[in-house]
């Protein structure tokens, strides 16, 4: 397993941005399958975004248009760039990757990835 850190959460108001940023090592920025989850007390982890080895990108419909994510290989880092943020997406976000190669059905699955992040909190204030 990969170690995973997110960094970058904390408070923004409606319709704001913010950027989470995911350090991990070099191997698996460079050949791992990545995906940012999130989590709110009481509910199932939902699947956010993912980016394959390919550069293929998959979002969740509640986040399309206004999430981007985008492996930063310079930084070693996985980021999330949330645009028009709302009260909805107040959420833990975490950083989860995986060695393996995921069929495009499986990239937003929480059992297809085997390393986690503590995860950050995003809370958005209306």
């Known amino acids: 397993q990969a170690q995973l850190l997110e960094s970058g959460g904390g408070s923004v108001q409606a319709g704001g941005s913010l950027t989470l940023s995911c350090a991990a090592p070099?191997?698996?920025?460079?050949?791992?399958?990545m995906a940012w989850f999130r989590q709110v007390p009481g509910k199932a982890r939902e699947g956010v975004a993912s980016?394959?080895?390919?550069?293929?990108?998959r979002y969740a419909d509640s986040v399309q248009g206004r999430f981007t994510i985008a492996k930063d290989h310079g930084k070693n880092t996985l980021d999330l760039h949330m645009n028009n943020l709302n009260a909805e997406d107040s959420a833990i976000y975490l950083c989860?990757?995986?060695?393996?190669?995921?069929?495009?059905?499986?990239?937003?699955?929480?059992?297809?990835?085997?390393?986690w992040g503590p995860g950050a909190q995003v809370t958005v204030s209306s």
């Open positions: 989860a990757a995986t060695t393996r190669r995921l069929d495009l059905g499986w990239v937003l699955t929480e059992s297809a990835y085997d390393s």
């Open positions: 070099a191997n698996i920025i460079r050949a791992g399958s």
């Open positions: 980016i394959a080895v390919t550069g293929y990108t």
